[in-house]
């Protein structure tokens, strides 16, 4: 800091200004000059409010020399890169660098190294104008500002950080009117920031883009763009500059925010399938199968996308890549895998689910899918039908058994006799009843049914001769005439 007698009372109060609205914790460096460095404080506010405000008041400006660039090289090679702080450097001077030494360059070369990511350097001249050499050397570092201040007058230390340095306001295309928020921090004073948008590339082709509200202040600032007279832009990605402008003396940071933005139709995505897809995918419990697609899309598809399962069929699992989800571009593969684990329906396709993340204003084409289905096992599908078969086999074996099994014994002569079958026909060996023919009587019928009688045999039940359709009774004893002549009797018993 080096300054003339007549107006080094006002940066007196200036600084004494600027330091009561420093955020707490900072620290402040006040190192005055002549030929080179002459005094170097430190202070922490607020707790060292009161010395820094003292050391303030007793310094004089009595230098005679202005050795600004030795100053400055000496000054930075104090500091340390610091990505968790930030430095800012603050030049006062009235005069012009007269130390035949040390060149500007010297300073700026050592800044370069020294300067932490978060460092800002400002070059104030009191009452004359910045050398155009010093406005050359220091543009090309980045994060600098040179100041004038008309002859009698201190610019005041108000100093606004701008974030963030870039606003991407989209594809204009498809939103005209965006919307984005800037936030605006400062010290030393409240203040209001002018707006103004440079977009030569827009004017170009006739369009116009710009923003409201023009001033913005202190906090949050919700700021809307507008597209105008686009008719004839042509496709495509443009750059643009929102300057952002403070009173004269105050310091802005930094002085214009870029601007990106597109103006071209949506961009559209597709799951390509590799190979033709089957209209259903059949698996069985335990069994995997893979679709593979290639991410195709327009012109204008050029970011990344996610690509994940959507609501699956109970049972059905399935990961994209191998993973749960997968974030690809165009041209790379997709690969969904699916397994089941045995609890899907049989034979009822079911349906499949790719969800698609793109970018907003995006589209995405509808993914083709087969559906999936679990076609049933040989028990599953033919186990009904074995088993009605092996119920009518068994049944007709069983009816086999039923018809030969013996309902029925007749005696005659001495011999018995078995009866089966529906119709049972007594053998040769049954003599003079070889022949007669009786039918399988019902559960609740009194005996079996005479079908057939030998013609030259007569049956006599009570006196009665008995005639085909006739019924027997069980365990009654029934005589047999042969040629008119007394043969004998037989019974029928039930078994």
Same mark, same amino acid.
């Given at each position: 800091m080096g300054g003339s007698p007549n107006i080094f009372p006002r940066v007196q109060r200036e600084l004494q200004r600027f330091a009561r609205t420093l955020p707490e914790g900072t620290e402040v460096r006040l190192i005055t000059f002549d030929a080179g460095p002459t005094s170097d404080r430190s202070f922490t506010l607020p707790g060292e409010l009161d010395r820094y405000l003292a050391h303030v008041?007793?310094?004089?400006?009595?230098?005679t020399r202005t050795y600004i660039n030795r100053t400055l090289k000496q000054t930075v090679m104090a500091l340390r890169p610091d990505e968790r702080t930030a430095t800012l450097l603050y030049l006062f001077t009235d005069g012009r660098d007269n130390d035949s030494q040390t060149r500007l360059q010297d300073f700026t070369r050592i800044y370069q190294l020294q300067r932490g990511p978060h460092d800002w350097l400002?070059?104030?001249?009191?009452?004359?104008?910045?050398?155009?050499?010093?406005?050359?050397?220091?543009?090309?570092?980045?994060?600098?500002?040179?100041?004038?201040?008309?002859? =009698?007058?201190?610019? +005041? %230390?108000?100093?606004?950080?701008?974030? @963030?340095?870039?606003?991407?306001? /989209?594809? !204009?295309?498809?939103?005209?009117?965006?919307?984005?928020?800037?936030?605006?921090?400062?010290? =030393?004073?409240?203040? +209001? %920031?002018?707006?103004?948008?440079?977009? @030569?590339?827009?004017?170009?082709? /006739?369009? !116009?883009?710009?923003?409201?509200?023009?001033?913005?202040?202190?906090?949050v600032n919700d700021l809307r763009f507008t597209l105008a007279n686009a008719a004839n832009l042509p496709e495509g990605t443009y750059h643009a500059t929102l300057c952002v402008?403070?009173?004269?003396?105050?310091?802005?940071?930094?002085?214009?925010?870029?601007l990106e933005l597109a103006f071209h139709p949506a961009a559209r995505y597709a799951l390509e399938p590799q190979s033709p897809l089957p209209d259903t995918l059949s698996l069985f419990a335990g069994q995997t199968a893979t679709l593979d697609y290639?991410?195709?899309?327009?012109?204008?598809?050029?970011?990344?996308?996610?690509?994940?399962?959507?609501t699956l069929p109970d049972g059905l699992s399935a990961t994209v890549n191998g993973a749960a989800s997968a974030t690809v571009r165009p041209g790379d593969t997709v690969r969904l895998a699916l397994e089941n684990a045995g609890e899907l329906p049989r034979d009822l396709p079911q349906p499949l689910a790719l969800e698609v993340e793109a970018s907003p204003g995006a589209q995405v084409a509808p993914v083709p899918l087969p559906t999936v289905t679990q076609p049933p096992t040989f028990l599953e599908r033919w186990g009904l039908l074995l088993a009605l078969a092996a119920l009518l086999v068994l049944a007709i074996l069983m009816g086999l058994w039923w018809t030969g099994r013996p309902w029925g014994v007749l005696e005659y002569d001495g011999a018995r006799h078995r009866l089966r079958g529906r119709t049972a026909i007594l053998p040769r060996t049954a003599g003079d009843l070889a022949g007669l023919s009786l039918e399988r009587p019902g559960a609740r019928a009194r005996g079996p049914r005479l079908l057939a009688v030998p013609s030259d045999i007569e049956l006599i039940d009570e006196g009665y001769m008995l005639e085909v359709q006739d019924h027997l009774e069980w365990d009654t004893a029934v005589a047999v005439r042969s040629y008119g002549k007394p043969a004998g009797s037989f019974t029928v018993s039930r078994i």
């Open positions: 008041r007793s310094l004089r400006a009595t230098g400002y070059y104030l001249t009191l009452g004359i104008d910045v050398p155009a050499e010093v406005r050359a050397a220091l543009a090309p570092l980045g994060r600098t500002q040179a100041l004038s201040a008309a002859p =009698g007058t201190i610019p +005041a %230390l108000t100093v606004s950080s701008v974030r @963030p340095a870039t606003l991407h306001l /989209g594809n !204009l295309h498809l939103e005209p009117e965006p919307s984005r928020a800037l936030e605006v921090r400062t010290q =030393g004073g409240e203040t +209001a %920031l002018q707006l103004a948008v440079r977009a @030569p590339e827009l004017e170009r082709h /006739g369009a !116009l883009l710009s923003v409201t509200p023009g001033r913005i202040r202190s906090g402008q403070g009173p004269d003396g105050s310091m802005v940071t930094p002085a214009a925010v870029s290639t991410v195709g899309g327009n012109r204008w598809a050029t970011e990344a996308i996610t690509v994940r399962p959507g």
